[in-house]
């Protein structure tokens, strides 16, 4: 079945407490990016990344690093998380980039983040 | 990519078909109309996407106005499952040296019995 996979689903951490969020799709898709929700802010686009070692950030990368190794798999990582960070994350993968026509994105069932 | 315009809530009574309107007044000539939905924290669903014509699949239908400033998302029978979270968004063809995917606040959909 085609799917885009995270996990944790539930966390609760403490602050400064590192902590990755890993994301895999078994589609070969090309393109993948993560997003967070907030109430009252809807999804907002915080990296992504168009193919292996390719990547760059999104309207908030503050606090958020990423990593492109491998095609199938692009990890969040945290290196510090602070309160300011309690979310719900979303990872997401699209086949193409750069053709608007083929690039639906198929998003993964979100990981819900609490820092205390 | 351009901006969108959709109104925050609308309802439905079910069996009836749901209109959702999105506009996006500026809209460019490669930048093509996607529609998602969210349910309840779920992660959101792909539901159609066009450039100029109306587009059909087995969830939508989606009519997009000959100037291309707005477009209308139409579920022919709604059900109880369709109550979600919509998102018009656009995406400019080709992408560039940066790939940006804005999610407005979208339009919740209640639909009712």
């Known amino acids: 079945e085609a799917q885009v996979t995270q996990n944790p689903r539930y966390l609760i951490t403490v602050t400064g407490k590192k902590l990755t969020v890993t994301c895999s799709q078994n589609m070969n898709h090309e393109y993948m990016s993560w997003y967070r929700q907030d109430p009252g802010l809807g999804l907002r686009q915080i990296y992504y990344?168009?193919?292996?070692?390719?990547?760059d950030k999104g309207d908030v990368p503050e606090g958020y690093k990423v990593s492109r190794k491998e095609k199938r798999n692009f990890p969040l990582i945290l290196e510090s998380p602070s309160p300011n960070q309690t979310s719900l994350y979303f990872c997401?993968?699209?086949?193409?980039?750069?053709?608007?026509?083929?690039?639906?994105?198929?998003f993964g069932e979100g990981s819900r983040l609490t820092v205390l | 990519d351009a901006k969108t315009t959709q109104p925050p809530s609308m309802d439905c009574a079910e069996g009836r078909a749901a209109n959702l309107p999105c506009n996006h007044s500026?809209?460019?000539?490669?930048?093509?109309v996607y529609w998602y939905r969210q349910i309840h924290s779920q992660g959101p669903q792909y539901i159609i996407h066009g450039l100029k014509n109306n587009e059909t699949n087995e969830m939508a239908s989606l009519i997009i106005t000959e100037d291309r400033k707005s477009s209308t998302l139409i579920l022919p029978h709604a059900t109880l499952r369709d109550t979600a979270v919509y998102y018009c968004?656009?995406?400019?063809?080709?992408?560039?040296?940066?790939?940006?995917?804005?999610f407005g606040k979208g339009t919740l959909l209640t639909v009712n019995p």
């Open positions: 997401a993968s699209s086949r193409t980039w750069y053709n608007a026509n083929t690039g639906e994105l198929f």
């Open positions: 500026t809209i460019s000539g490669n930048e093509y």
């Open positions: 968004i656009v995406r400019v063809a080709g992408g560039g040296s940066n790939y940006k995917l804005t």
């Open positions: 990344s168009m193919n292996v070692e390719v990547t």
